[in-house]
């Protein structure tokens, strides 16, 4: 799958390569209202890895219903579309506005965004709220729901078995980890929000150890991410516990990534005479 905010809305990237060959495109996070984000500058790249603060600009649910959907259902690659919102009560009407759009196969509710005031990441920080969030948007959807988690918490075991029961088909994890950079010319922190979410290999063992540890805590399916450039990468978040893999940051670097990733599993599967990567998932587990 691609990672939300780092493949816009598939669009962007149908002309560069096969999309419809890939397992699922998760959307740009999408919220109630068009949100323009936060103030410039917010992208900083780090040593192995990226700085963002982009605030979650998104065109707003209604235009996605409008515009996006309909090229979405010509589509053989499920669209999975990341929701965000201030309160339970906005994640609820997503959902509902959601529930039966042709062109979309499931919801990702982002409980993890580091970079806007209200909502996002506070939801995911513990247990009971990232429950209430899940318990709102799996009573107003037929939609398969995944819930992304945060890794800035130190209890991310128990916020994925409350989100498990709670009602979800699967958890991602992670979203980015808070970070800074400062600018020391001017003596200023160099994105325009101070702080923002650092994602890219910079990240991959942070979130390989944190799909390792709540593969041990739930029985529902895990979606890997966080620094996955190759196949190899891929392969080890598989090993960890994961079921699928998200591509975001490499992106970037080479739009490919998400198929290039995709066909490295594939290489690696066959060099190791694997048929079904079932095989592979929890092995470094046992
Ligand atoms: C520029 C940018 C925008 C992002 N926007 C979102 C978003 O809207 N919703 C979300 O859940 N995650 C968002 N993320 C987090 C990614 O989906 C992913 O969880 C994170 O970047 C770690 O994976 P990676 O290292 O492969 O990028 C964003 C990441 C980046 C770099």
Redesign the pocket.
């Given at each position: 799958m691609t990672?939300?905010?780092?493949f816009g809305y598939g669009t962007e990237y149908r002309h560069l390569f096969d999309i419809q060959k890939l397992g699922a495109i998760?959307c740009?996070?999408?919220t109630l209202e068009p949100r323009e984000g936060n103030p410039q500058p917010?992208?900083a790249e780090t040593a192995c890895?990226?700085l963002?603060s982009?605030g979650?600009q998104?065109i707003g649910v209604k235009a996605l219903i409008r515009e996006k959907a309909p090229i979405w259902a010509s589509w053989r690659v499920p669209v999975i579309v990341?929701i965000?919102g201030e309160t339970v009560d906005d994640y609820a009407q997503l959902a509902h506005q959601l529930e039966g759009v042709v062109g979309i196969s499931g919801l990702?509710v982002?409980i993890?965004?580091p970079?806007i005031k209200a909502g996002g990441a506070e939801f995911g920080a513990n247990p009971e709220s990232a429950a209430r969030v899940t318990a709102a948007v799996r009573a107003a959807t037929s939609l398969p729901v995944l819930v992304?988690l945060t890794p800035n918490t130190g209890e991310i075991a128990r916020i994925a078995a409350a989100v498990g029961e709670a009602g979800a088909d699967a958890i991602?994890?992670?979203?980015?980890v808070r970070g800074m950079a400062i600018d020391i010319t001017t003596r200023r922190p160099l994105l325009g929000n101070k702080t923002g979410?650092l994602?890219?290999?910079?990240?991959?063992p942070i979130?390989l150890a944190m799909v390792y540890e709540v593969a041990g805590a739930v029985d529902i399916p895990i979606i890997g991410?966080?620094?996955?450039?190759t196949g190899r990468d891929a392969i080890e978040f598989i090993m960890a516990g994961a079921s699928a893999v998200?591509?975001?940051?490499?992106?970037?670097a080479n739009p490919r990534a998400p198929l290039d990733v995709l066909e490295g599993i594939e290489e690696f599967m066959r060099k190791e005479g694997i048929e079904d990567i079932a095989e592979l998932i929890g092995a470094a587990r046992h």
């Open positions: 990672a939300a905010g780092t998760v740009k996070g999408t917010r992208l890895g990226l963002n982009i979650l998104n990341n965000a990702e982002n993890s965004c970079n992304k991602s994890l992670i979203n980015t979410g994602s890219g290999p910079a990240i991959k979130a991410c966080g620094g996955i450039t998200q591509v975001g940051t490499a992106s970037f």
